[in-house]
């Protein structure tokens, strides 16, 4: 990959996140009801990144799990979904809950897609909103995100790199080319 462009620093991916935190609040008139699932990798430490604000604002413990999509992707043969298919989800119920998918890029909408499969065979929620920390366009399934972090129009052969300190050391989104 050639890097291209810095798209957020550490302080900008920070103020986003806060920004949708208030978003979630807002909302949902609240947070009764809510739990957060990340989407592995990044989303799960977006997730607990996002929790935090909220529970900072707001005072009251919430729930944040990560989800692991891998078993519901449609580009995997059968067999190989069947052996992945008891492969833990989340800790904790979500049936009547407001679910809070967090993933770090929204592209295609595929992965998204397969989280909300493996979210509804966890339980039966009350809602499922997807909060992004970057939505680059590019959609081939009819999935918007509710709380995005910042839009970027991009190329196809345009690559957008989330980084977490807690998986890369440092934070940042990058805007790279294909080589």
Same mark, same amino acid.
């Given at each position: 990959?050639?890097?291209?462009?810095?798209?957020?620093?550490?302080?900008?991916?920070?103020?986003?996140?806060?920004?949708?935190?208030?978003?979630?609040?807002?909302?949902?008139?609240?947070?009764?009801?809510?739990?957060?699932?990340?989407?592995?990798?990044?989303?799960?430490?977006?997730?607990?990144?996002?929790?935090?604000?909220?529970?900072?604002?707001?005072?009251?413990?919430?729930? &944040?799990?990560?989800?692991?999509?891998?078993?519901?992707?449609?580009?995997?043969?059968?067999?190989?979904?069947?052996?992945?298919?008891?492969?833990?989800?989340?800790?904790?119920?979500?049936?009547?809950?407001?679910?809070?998918? &967090?993933?770090? &890029?929204?592209?295609?909408?595929?992965?998204?897609?397969?989280?909300?499969?493996?979210?509804?065979?966890?339980?039966?929620?009350?809602?499922?909103?997807?909060?992004?920390?970057?939505?680059?366009?590019?959609?081939?399934?009819?999935?918007?995100?509710?709380?995005?972090?910042?839009?970027?129009?991009?190329?196809?052969?345009?690559?957008?790199? &989330?980084?977490?300190?807690?998986?890369?050391?440092?934070?940042?989104?990058?805007?790279?080319?294909?080589?």
């Amino acid at each position: 990959m050639k890097l291209k462009t810095e798209i957020m620093d550490e302080k900008a991916l920070d103020r986003a996140l806060t920004r949708i935190a208030h978003e979630i609040i807002e909302k949902n008139k609240g947070i009764d009801d809510i739990v957060f699932l990340g989407i592995k990798t990044r989303g799960v430490s977006l997730a607990f990144r996002l929790r935090d604000k909220v529970q900072s604002i707001e005072g009251v413990s919430l729930q &944040v799990g990560a989800l692991d999509i891998t078993p519901y992707r449609d580009d995997l043969e059968s067999s190989i979904k069947a052996s992945l298919k008891n492969s833990e989800v989340v800790g904790f119920g979500i049936s009547g809950k407001k679910v809070i998918l &967090v993933d770090d &890029v929204l592209f295609t909408g595929r992965t998204i897609r397969a989280a909300m499969d493996a979210v509804i065979d966890l339980g039966r929620p009350d809602s499922i909103q997807l909060a992004v920390l970057v939505d680059r366009g590019h959609r081939e399934l009819p999935i918007r995100a509710d709380y995005v972090g910042k839009n970027l129009p991009t190329s196809k052969n345009e690559i957008v790199v &989330v980084m977490v300190k807690e998986v890369d050391s440092k934070d940042g989104v990058v805007l790279g080319e294909q080589e």
